[in-house]
């Protein structure tokens, strides 16, 4: 079972960026997907970038152009380069398999605490 930590959130300024980190206890090697979601309260969770064992990626219309996702498998670590940020962006940031016919996220895998992402002036 692998299990995620995010870190790398903070306050940032409107038009700022960001580099978030998910390190992963185990390999993700075996991973088809790895994903980032994020989450405003009372919300649910949704996926905003994905990227595959094969390096391809997709994104939500939302930050299409604007948030970057890579892996280093050799550092068991995922990020998410997020530019040009806005205060829509404001949420709690997680990582875990990307999914995309499941709504919220995967349900049979740990979640992490997330990062908190605060875009404000």
């Known amino acids: 079972q692998v299990h995620f930590v995010e870190s790398g959130g903070g306050l940032v300024q409107p038009g700022g960026s960001l580099r978030l980190s998910c390190a992963a206890s185990g390999s993700i090697f075996s991973i088809p997907a790895m994903g980032w979601y994020r989450q405003a309260p009372g919300k649910q969770r949704v996926l905003v970038a994905m990227i595959t064992s094969g390096d391809s990626t997709r994104y939500a219309d939302s930050v299409l152009g604007r948030f970057t996702i890579s892996r280093d498998n050799a550092k068991n670590t995922v990020y998410l380069q997020m530019n040009d940020l806005d205060p829509e962006d404001t949420d709690a940031y997680y990582c875990?398999?990307?999914?995309?016919?499941?709504?919220?996220?995967?349900?049979?895998?740990?979640w992490g605490q997330g990062t908190q992402v605060t875009v404000s002036s």
């Open positions: 875990n398999a990307g999914v995309l016919f499941q709504a919220g996220g995967p349900t049979d895998s740990y």
